[in-house]
């Protein structure tokens, strides 16, 4: 319990984090990325986690047991749904990855992301994980400049 | 409250507001211009100046409102090509590295406590030491690999050889259908020729001769041929595949 004024302790750890190259994410209910400064009601339902400051290179995604195929089976999953407004069909985006990866992988890929939280499955349809929507900044794999939310 | 004290609080808020958030939008600017008007004709003539200033202010986030609104139409409508141009144009190492770029993973902890630590210098500590036992005017020595034959430790399998017939099997099964299921040629008549089999195909695995993956939906492990030179093996539990069927 961290008592009403929680925010504080909250930023508190934030700056006692920083020099350590890790942050506090403040996280909304649909997974958008939020401010302190936010309304005290919207922060109530939002949740506050530690992340990389900086992006990690490849090699450190590679030394954390991530493979080359698989990051890149991540980027191609989530450009797609990201063109297709989040969501696509199982099938569709199946077959996206078959066209540019091996077969047998793709599967066993895809159910590890979705058991990792990457993508979701919602019906027949696969749509971005909750923590694509906290770990991944969207603007940026698109290419698009705006600013930053950490 | 007197104008003068409301005008700096308005400036104040506007500041304050710009500063905190990168969403322009979070200022009410109709608000502030609705009470703007309203103190207007109560403003003196040293107070127009702080009236100005904040107008002023108003003109800049409304200009950041128009970027904004122009950086995000942009997005709607470039974003999905984007998204699937470089689906299309980048190779795997640079998808991978599209997306390292733009995370920020979740911090995890791993790591060994004091108390397993300790738990595990309990359970070792607590190991009944092994003593072997030398029976009096025998004498310690090294066995040929004959006598371990003899004994019927040691088989006279020969690896290589093996090798070779499941490399011409699986190749055989690989042309036809591009995939071989593991236990159609992980099987045998008795427990050692499946264990063998496993063996040799670790060890072909291994040297990047094929790729061993799981398929969780049909519950089945597949050798493959390796993409690209990428090869991938998982561990395979033998467990109940003892005979052929």
């Known amino acids: ?150 | 409250m007197s104008v003068k004290i409301r005008l700096r609080e308005l400036l104040e808020e506007l500041a304050e507001t710009a500063r905190r958030t990168s969403d322009p939008f979070k200022i009410d600017v109709k608000r502030v211009l609705d009470e703007l008007a309203e103190i207007l004709p109560m403003l003196k003539y040293e107070e127009m100046v702080l009236d100005a200033e904040i107008l002023s202010r108003v003109v800049e986030i409304i200009k950041e409102q128009e970027d904004w609104v122009k950086n995000r139409s942009a997005m709607l409508v470039l974003g999905p090509f984007i998204a699937l141009l470089k689906i299309a144009s980048l190779s795997k190492q640079e998808l991978a590295k599209e997306l390292a770029e733009a995370w920020h993973p979740i911090v995890e902890l791993e790591q060994i406590t004091w108390i397993d630590v300790f738990r595990a210098l309990n359970y070792l500590s607590a190991r009944r030491k092994f003593a072997l036992e030398i029976p009096e005017g025998k004498r310690v020595g090294v066995a040929s690999s004959s006598e371990l034959g003899e004994l019927g430790l040691l088989s006279e399998l020969d690896l290589e050889e093996e090798a070779k017939k499941l490399e011409k099997e699986i190749a055989e099964k690989l042309a036809e259908k591009g995939a071989v299921e593991y236990f159609e040629v992980v099987r045998g008549e008795s427990l050692s020729e499946v264990f063998v089999k496993a063996y040799v195909i670790s060890y072909l695995a291994t040297a990047g001769k094929y790729s061993i993956v799981y398929d969780p939906l049909r519950e089945k492990y597949y050798i493959v041929k390796p993409s690209n030179g990428d090869y991938h093996t998982v561990v395979v539990p033998l467990r109940g595949v003892l005979h052929s069927g």
């Not at chain 1, 961290?2 to 909304?28: H, I």
């Not at chain 1, 066209?99 to 979705?114: A, H």
């Open chain 1, 1 to 150: 319990m961290l008592g009403e004024d929680y925010l504080e302790v909250v930023k508190a750890l934030k700056n006692a984090l920083e020099p350590f190259g890790l942050t506090v994410k403040v996280v909304g209910e649909n997974g958008e990325a939020l401010s302190f400064d936010e309304d005290k009601a919207v922060l109530r339902k939002a949740l506050f986690v530690v992340v990389l400051k900086e992006p990690p290179t490849l090699q450190e995604l590679k030394t954390s047991g991530w493979r080359i195929d698989d990051i890149a089976m991540l980027s191609v999953s989530l450009l797609y749904l990201l063109s297709r407004g989040g969501k696509a069909s199982r099938k569709e985006l199946l077959d996206i990855l078959y066209s540019k990866f091996g077969k047998w992988r793709v599967n066993y890929v895809v159910e590890r992301l979705i058991k990792l939280g990457y993508l979701e499955e919602e019906d027949e349809n696969i749509v971005i994980g909750w923590r694509s929507k906290i770990e991944i900044d969207f603007n940026k794999i698109l290419g698009i400049q705006t600013g930053s939310s950490l």
